[in-house]
Structures are given as structure tokens and as C-alpha cells.
């Protein structure tokens, strides 16, 4: 299993992100291939509770740090090893090899959207615990068709049609073998660390971040219920105001239905162990 399968570790957290684009105007999420330009915050504006953690403070060391990997990632088949990129500039192509490398079905390989991945996916994860989503940049491609309900007026719900679109996103998932995720992370750690700095937060780490990104999403509830839905104007909302007011992340957990929810869930729960520090 090669390196590229990094590139699909965090569309764990990714293939949770595919749902929430259809519950707005799908105008605003073509995936732009323009260089990310992030702005800080301007003063005096109001700061999203999640961001507060971004005031000035003193910088502190990691909770849970990151040694970089540099033993030889086991391959099969074997294939040429390549080194870990050094620059945002240079992973892009690296990335895009791997891939090339190593996944041979086409709809699995159409579901990444390489250009400035590693960028993409650190807005991506930040914003998950937030109530929404910046729209304009996404680190994969979305799942189709469109978003499926069924029944009409307050009998509106997500149809179960609407759940099978995610099978793809947990097909990848499942498939890349947690040892071999957290070794290319690792190796990829510095440059994930330099995208999180330049998106705004310079005292913060990311694999911080990212740990309790994924305890956030932990703790989303299970609905084995039908799940009202509310079309409103040219997107839907929860009808259920406690699923409405929920994080971004944890109502795309929702909608990708009980089941697949239930297989991510049990993917980040094995990741966690291997981010965290052993001896905190």
C-alpha cells in the first residue's frame, strides 16, 4: 500500500465533508484550481465561537506532538519509493504519482481533488467543528447525484437513496490500512503544520486540532429515525432545531445515514490512538 493513501486518510474526515454541499446552492462549491488565498481576521469583526481559541495568547507546546517518519513505507505491490516532499509547492505532484500508482478503479481515483490538497484539507478539517463550511474550496470531489429526499411539505426526509452516495467515500476509507494512514501522516506532518499556521492560527498545532476535530465527531448522535428535512429557499435545514444547531461536521455525519456514520466513526476511533500522545 503506497503513500498515496494519505491522501485518502483524511477523507475520513473528507467523506464526511461531502454531504453538507447539498444543503446549499451548488453554484458556490466548484472546486477552484486557483492558488488559496486565506485572510486573517479583520478587527473588531466578530469571531465564530470555535475561533476564539485564536486570540492572541502565548504560544504553547503540542499536547500531542508529532515526530516525523522516516522509515521505508511498506508497498504492495512494490512499487518505487519516492520521498517525502519538503515544500506545499512539491506535494501536490507527489501526491498525484501515488495516486496514479496505486489506485486503478477510476471512480475512486476521480473522488480527490489534487490541487493544493494539503491546503484545502486543513481549512477543510478546521471548519468542522464550526456551524459552517467555507464552500469555495473543496479537498475532493462531491458525491452524486444530488441531495435525495423524499415525501413532501412536513413529511420531508432524507430518503435512505440519499445514504448510498457515501458508499464510495467509506469503500476508501476502509480500505487503507490505519498503520500505513499514520505513517504517511506523519511523514506529511510538517507541511500540514505549515499550512494550519498560514490559515491564521501561528501559535496553534494541527495535530492538536485534529484530535479534537475528531472527538467532536465522535460524539454525534445517532438518529435511527426518518429525518425531517425543511426546503428553504435554495437549500434544506433540519427541521429538528437540535440537528439544525449542531456543528457542521456532525450534521454531515447525520445525513450520510447510521450506518455509514457508524463505519467512519469506528475508522477515527482507531486513528485517534495512534495521534494522541501515549504517555499524557
Same mark, same amino acid.
Given at each position: ?36 488565498? %486565506? ?19 502565548? +504560544?504553547?507546546?503540542?499536547? !500531542? ?19 517525502? =516532499? ?40 478546521? !471548519? ?5 463550511? =467555507?464552500?469555495?474550496?473543496? =479537498? ?17 426526509? %432524507? ?51 485534529? %484530535? ?8 454525534? =448522535? ?8 425543511? !426546503? !428553504? ?14 456543528? +457542521? ?32
Amino acid at each position: 500500500m503506497k503513500p498515496i493513501h494519505f491522501a485518502l486518510l483524511l477523507v475520513v474526515l473528507m467523506a464526511l465533508a461531502t454531504g453538507w454541499i447539498f444543503f446549499d446552492k451548488i453554484e458556490d462549491f466548484l472546486l477552484s484550481t486557483e492558488k488559496i488565498s %486565506i485572510q486573517k481576521p479583520v478587527e473588531g469583526k466578530k469571531i465564530e465561537p470555535g475561533h476564539a481559541r485564536r486570540s492572541e495568547r502565548i +504560544a504553547m507546546p503540542p499536547r !500531542h506532538p508529532v515526530v516525523r517518519d522516516t522509515a521505508p513505507i511498506t508497498t504492495e505491490p512494490q512499487l518505487v519509493e519516492l520521498p517525502f =516532499p519538503t515544500t506545499l509547492a512539491q506535494s501536490d505532484a507527489y501526491l498525484r504519482e501515488r495516486l496514479q500508482q496505486v489506485i486503478t478503479d477510476l471512480d475512486l481515483l476521480v473522488l480527490v481533488n489534487l490541487n493544493y490538497f494539503i491546503q484545502k484539507m486543513v481549512l477543510f478539517i478546521d !471548519h468542522l467543528p464550526e456551524k459552517s463550511i =467555507p464552500r469555495l474550496h473543496l =479537498p475532493i470531489t462531491p458525491p452524486k447525484p444530488g441531495f435525495v429526499t423524499i415525501g413532501s411539505g412536513e413529511q420531508l426526509i %432524507i430518503s435512505k437513496r440519499n445514504f448510498v452516495r457515501y458508499t464510495p467515500y467509506v469503500r476508501l476509507v476502509e480500505a487503507v490500512p490505519d498503520v500505513t494512514l499514520l505513517q504517511l501522516y506523519r511523514g506529511l506532518y510538517p507541511l500540514f503544520q505549515q499550512a494550519y499556521r498560514e490559515i491564521g492560527d501561528p501559535n496553534g498545532h494541527f495535530n492538536d486540532r485534529l %484530535i479534537q476535530v475528531i472527538d467532536e465527531l465522535l460524539e454525534t =448522535p445517532e438518529s435511527h429515525a426518518p429525518i425531517r428535512v425543511i !426546503h !428553504h429557499v435554495s437549500r434544506f435545514k433540519y427541521a429538528d432545531t437540535s440537528l439544525e444547531s449542531r456543528s +457542521a461536521g456532525q450534521k454531515i455525519l447525520l445525513r450520510m445515514g447510521v450506518e455509514n456514520a457508524k463505519r467512519i466513526k469506528e475508522k477515527l476511533q482507531r486513528l485517534r490512538k495512534g495521534l494522541v500522545r501515549k504517555d499524557f
